[in-house]
């Protein structure tokens, strides 16, 4: 496999606040064409002072609706979190990886305790 590629998040959102998820659409889109092209890329998180879970559930969260786990896992690597945001970052993930295999089941979860179902 080739080399992979260090993205820093602060120069693709430009600033050290990852909080927005239009901010987590801009890391999205670069992970996508390295995913798309086969191509590992590794994440740095350097620099960033504050990451939310809206952030990562779009930036990382919902490659799991476009790519196996398997892709994610192969192609995209992160570094440079704090040990608090690996921790996010985990929970992210794990959630993301239980609603994108059934979604249809979760959304009726929701409705159910919600007294909507």
Excluded: H, W
């Amino acid at each position: 496999m080739a080399e992979a590629i260090k993205k820093s998040v602060y120069q693709i959102v430009g600033t050290d606040i990852c909080v927005e998820t239009d901010d987590g659409k801009k890391v999205y889109d670069v992970i996508c064409e390295f995913i798309r092209q086969n191509k590992p890329v590794v994440l740095s998180f350097l620099n960033i002072t504050m990451l939310t879970s809206a952030f990562l559930n779009t930036a990382i969260g919902a490659l799991y609706k476009d790519f196996s786990e398997n892709d994610v896992k192969k192609f995209l690597k992160v570094e440079d979190l704090t040990s608090t945001d690996t921790v996010l970052l985990k929970r992210v993930v794990d959630t993301a990886k239980l609603y994108y295999k059934n979604p249809k089941r979760i959304e009726q979860s929701v409705k159910e305790i919600l007294g909507e179902g």
